[in-house]
């Protein structure tokens, strides 16, 4: 399963990292699966990182403090969602979806 963009938020919800990369045409003598970095812009971060706080607060608000949201996946991509504890930094990596 190929990351196609990958963000991590310091815990004042600032994005301190984004990458993204981008599918390449299959040319002559390069690998087909090959991935270009394309720059991540901060407003693509700032979407990101208000959807996960969001399903977040809304799983803990069903599921109670034990449940813990990984992942969701819609038509296009898969995001999934991995934290440190709290004094450290969270990060995220939107997927195609299969």
Not at 14 to 35: D, F, K, Q, V
Not at 65 to 82: N, V
């Amino acid at each position: 399963m190929p990351v196609y963009s990958f963000y991590i938020f310091d815990r004042h919800t600032e994005c301190i990292y984004a990458r993204s990369w981008a599918p390449t045409e299959a040319a002559a003598g390069s690998r087909p699966n090959s991935r270009v970095p394309v720059i991540a812009t901060s407003d693509d971060a700032k979407l990101i990182f208000g959807t996960v706080f969001s399903l977040r607060n809304m799983v803990r608000k069903l599921g109670g403090d034990d449940d813990a949201f990984i992942s969701y996946r819609t038509g296009q991509y898969k995001l999934h969602f991995y934290e440190t504890p709290p004094t450290f930094d969270s990060s995220c990596s939107p997927t195609r979806a299969p």
